[in-house]
């Protein structure tokens, strides 16, 4: 791999610390590590990298200073290194002279850089300058982090409000993923499988309307085991979805198997399918900032799940 010129290794849920053999990629000129779980200081074999122009290594767990050996990287343009650990001072040369908030920001042990607004190095500055600057800086700290507390209880309120409304079914009943429901218990939900029941049908199954036993009422997908691709779907559903948790995607709250049937309890949505909403006649067709929005929130979710496939492929 010594002459690779590009690598991107981002969003793998990477551990343990950089390896000291990155040096020996002297072609490199493009390395990407970001969103991973990476620890300790940045390997001074680093420096060995002279072709390379952009190094992100931001959302990790890397301690320790920023090197100074960076700034001898000569072609070195992007550089991130935000949401780290790291701490000591900003060096002021070649590609930090250009550096943005940006591409440092969430290293709290920084200092330096006053035009990024990093607290000046104690040894930079007289004692008497800091407790001035300290004097101007703690209140408006504290009130950035009021600020920032109010903005967060707002939005984990707001979305404990939408999670609510969403978890609870029509009857007001909360799923209870945790017990068990047999076929028997499905096929009297369903009334035996009965084409009133049904709400949907596809090339891996049907979603039928079921009331459990206890109440509640969910849409049940039975998938047809004469197609082999319907056994990885369930698969691949309970994989993805357990881990996902997101406002536009159904939750699976249970699951009901053996080896001639395969289920997935899902959440009832009692406002229909959204090919019945795009094509309702009586309440005439959406508009574009509505559709616009729908096609968000369908791209959102799928990004979603599309990570999530990544990780568990990785």
Not at 105 to 114: D, E, K, Q, S, V
Not at 184 to 189: D, K, L, P, T
Request: aromatic letters at 6%.
């Amino acid at each position: 791999m010594k002459q690779i010129n590009k690598m991107d290794l981002s969003t793998n849920n990477l551990v343990g610390s950089l390896p000291d053999s990155f040096g020996q990629l002297g072609m490199l000129t493009y390395l990407k590590l970001s969103h991973n779980s990476l620890q300790n200081s940045i390997p001074y074999t680093f420096g060995d990298l002279i072709s390379l122009t952009t190094l992100d290594l931001s959302s990790n767990n890397l301690s320790g200073t920023i090197p100074k050996y960076l700034t001898n990287l000569t072609y070195l343009t992007s550089l991130n290194l935000s949401f780290n650990e790291l701490q000591g001072s900003i060096p002021d040369e070649v590609v930090f002279r250009n550096i943005t908030l940006r591409s440092l920001i969430g290293n709290f042990g920084l200092c330096g850089a006053p035009r990024l607004r990093f607290l000046l190095c104690l040894g930079n500055s007289h004692s008497v300058n800091n407790g001035h600057l300290l004097k101007f800086l703690l209140p408006s700290v504290a009130l950035a982090l009021a600020a920032i507390a109010i903005c967060l209880y707002w939005l984990i309120r707001r979305n404990s409000l939408k999670q609510g409304e969403v978890t609870t079914d029509v009857h007001g009943v909360e799923p209870i993923s945790h017990r068990l429901v047999s076929y028997h218990e499905v096929v009297r939900a369903t009334e035996n499988f009965s084409e009133d029941k049904i709400l949907g049908a596809g090339s891996l199954g049907k979603v039928f309307k079921g009331q459990l036993d206890d109440g509640l009422v969910v849409a049940i997908k039975v998938l047809n085991m004469q197609v082999e691709q319907a056994v990885k779907s369930f698969d691949a559903e309970c994989q993805v979805l357990r881990m996902a948790r997101h406002r536009n995607l159904i939750r699976i709250l249970n699951t009901c198997s053996n080896l001639d049937f395969r289920a997935l309890l899902l959440q009832y949505m009692p406002n229909g399918s959204l090919e019945a909403h795009l094509h309702a006649e009586n309440s005439g067709p959406l508009g574009f900032i509505k559709r616009l929005d729908i096609m968000l929130g369908v791209a959102e979710a799928c990004s979603i799940i599309t990570a999530k496939l990544s990780y568990t492929v990785t």
